[in-house]
């Protein structure tokens, strides 16, 4: 069976610190890159960041780079989103996702799993 559950969302205020997690099955996690999107309220989809295989590789969107981290752990079948100096635009779903490709990627259609997601609400 495939799955992907998030945890660690969350009420906080700006500036704070949230850590999410997501547990993965074996068969969605084992040489996959893993991905974590978002969706605020009336917007689509878009890209967190992802982190392949290996955990050496790595990629942020703009609009969190420098402030979010991605790590995983392999023997555990998780993955992290560590997010430091939170806004209010960062409010949203987060979504961990599982891509069957040894490389991550920032499209959405390129994952094959997809957590139920997590919310994030930072108050100003």
């Known amino acids: 069976q495939v799955q992907l559950v998030e945890s660690g969302g969350g009420l906080v205020q700006a500036g704070d610190s949230l850590r999410l997690s997501c547990v993965a099955s074996?068969?969605?996690?084992?040489?996959?890159?893993m991905g974590w999107f978002r969706q605020a309220p009336g917007k689509e989809r878009e890209s967190v960041g992802s982190?392949?295989?290996?955990?050496?590789?790595?990629y942020y969107s703009d609009s969190v780079k420098g402030r979010f981290t991605i790590s995983r752990d392999n023997a555990k079948n998780m993955v992290y989103l560590q997010m430091t100096s939170l806004k209010p635009e960062d409010t949203a779903v987060y979504y961990c996702?599982?891509?069957?490709?040894?490389?991550?990627?920032?499209?959405?259609?390129?994952?094959?799993?997809w957590g139920q997601g997590t919310q994030v609400t930072v108050s100003s």
């Open positions: 982190i392949d295989w290996s955990g050496f590789g790595t």
């Open positions: 996702a599982a891509r069957n490709h040894w490389t991550g990627s920032q499209w959405e259609n390129e994952y094959d799993y």
């Open positions: 074996r068969r969605a996690f084992r040489g996959n890159a």
